[in-house]
């Protein structure tokens, strides 16, 4: 395909002209179209419904350690279900508690403890001047929102095809105490899919910042959540890289089954070192007597092990993955080659990420919505909601069937191109 940028000011109008026509088709068929959210399609969620069935009114409900599931008690989790997320996580399950339904909910809680009561012991972020916050981006809009919730001031890190620009990290961490915390998606990142390298890791685990109470906030929430069982991307296990490099408390490593059981119903753990737990553990004995228990031996009960939780999720790949493979061929036929927009083909996540030619996110997803599909807001990517380029636009192909995808991939499309012709032209 000829790059849009290299063609005549006549042949790109006769070209809006025909894609203008093709435009008012789609939207003349009244369609509505979602893209927008990273969910489970109700066929993911119906692989888990005999989750229903393993514990009813005959079963057993005491863990193996002998404890009634049905009573008050056990504040960090029950063996089974601390085995069971360790395995996932893969750590040791002495180093995991497991929370409630949700890990952003213990991310903000750890955010929230941090500013009233301090890290291990360290002055609470409340009582600074300055609190900062590293934010990869294109990143998780709901990370940025809790920072911004406190008031934490955000600073953009670009990705990169190995992770976070390292040098800029490594450089910022040491040089400014008042910098606390950074925000990481390691595998099959939201929403680019990257999964960091293995030197990313290993620098992670040796930075040396300023402030002794920053930590990494690692947030495995794809760490199985494969596209392709013989073509998968691996992780470097960041808490045994830090014990080795002598940072054993830098790191807090979050994960949850919400995108392998039931979103808002499965279980969340913390792994990290012993202090950074007990830290953890000081200030959960106030807020709990103890999370769900019957939930966490439903899902051990159900998944039973680690093999058990990948024999799972290759269901889940299977449903995904034509998903995905339907946006990537509709992108790659119809936008290879034109330099008016990029992409990452992910092996793994719930994402795929677009890049507009700059200044052209925002009336891309407008213009797609006045067809009747509905996008990511533009922006949402990066902290405050502002993308300084006007660029990064998430797709999210999980949960529209591949036929709906289809079509809501030939309207993305078409608006890129509009809007990207617009722009060529001004
Ligand atoms: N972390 C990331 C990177 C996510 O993309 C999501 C959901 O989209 C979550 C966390 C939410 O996890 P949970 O349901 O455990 O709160």
Not at 72 to 84: C, N, Q, S
Request: aromatic fraction near 8%; glycine fraction near 8%.
């Amino acid at each position: 395909m000829v790059p849009y940028g290299e063609l005549s000011r006549e042949q790109l109008l006769r070209m809006k002209e025909e894609l203008e026509k093709q435009y008012e088709d789609v939207k003349g068929k009244g369609l509505k179209l979602d893209m927008s959210r990273g969910k489970p399609a109700a066929a993911q969620l119906d692989l888990a419904m005999g989750m229903m069935d393993v514990l009813n009114s005959s079963a057993d409900l005491k863990c193996e350690a002998g404890i009634d599931c049905r009573n008050y008690g056990v504040l960090d989790g029950i063996p089974e279900a601390k085995r069971l997320l360790g395995a996932m996580s893969e750590v040791d399950p002495d180093s995991i508690i497991i929370y409630g339904n949700s890990s952003l909910n213990v991310m903000f809680d750890t955010v929230a403890r941090s500013m009233t009561h301090g890290v291990c012991g360290s002055t609470p972020w409340c009582k600074l001047d300055n609190v900062k916050f590293l934010c990869p981006v294109p990143g998780y809009d709901r990370h940025f929102a809790v920072t911004e919730y406190f008031g934490i001031e955000m600073i953009n890190v670009p990705m990169l095809s190995t992770g976070p620009d390292m040098d800029l990290v490594e450089k910022l961490v040491s040089e400014d105490a008042s910098i606390k915390g950074i925000w990481c998606v390691p595998k099959y990142s939201n929403p680019q899919g990257i999964t960091y390298s293995d030197e990313t890791v290993r620098r992670f685990a040796r930075l040396k910042p300023a402030a002794k109470d920053f930590r990494i906030y690692w947030d495995n929430a794809y760490s199985i959540h494969h596209l392709y069982e013989d073509d998968q991307d691996f992780l470097i296990e960041i808490l045994g890289e830090c014990a080795k490099a002598g940072n054993p408390d830098l790191v807090y490593k979050f994960t949850s089954t919400s995108k392998v059981s039931f979103p808002g119903s499965g279980i969340a753990a913390v792994a990290a070192s012993p202090a950074n737990l007990e830290d953890f553990k000081r200030h959960m004995q106030f807020q709990t007597i103890g999370h769900d228990k019957l939930n966490e031996l439903r899902h051990v009960r159900f998944f039973k092990d680690l093999d058990g939780l990948t024999a799972h999720m290759k269901k889940h790949a299977d449903i995904m993955r034509p998903k995905f493979e339907a946006v990537i061929n509709v992108l790659e036929k119809e936008l290879q080659g034109t330099g008016i927009g990029s992409w990452i083909a992910p092996k793994g996540g719930y994402f795929i990420s677009f890049d507009a030619m700059e200044g052209c996110a925002k009336a891309i997803v407008a213009k797609a919505k006045e067809a009747g599909l509905v996008m990511t807001g533009a922006g949402a990517t990066f902290p405050y909601g502002k993308d300084p380029k006007d660029s990064n636009i998430r797709i999210a192909p999980s949960y529209p069937t591949p036929e709906e995808l289809a079509v809501a991939a030939d309207i993305f499309v078409l608006s890129v191109k509009l809007v990207s012709i617009d722009k060529i032209l001004e």
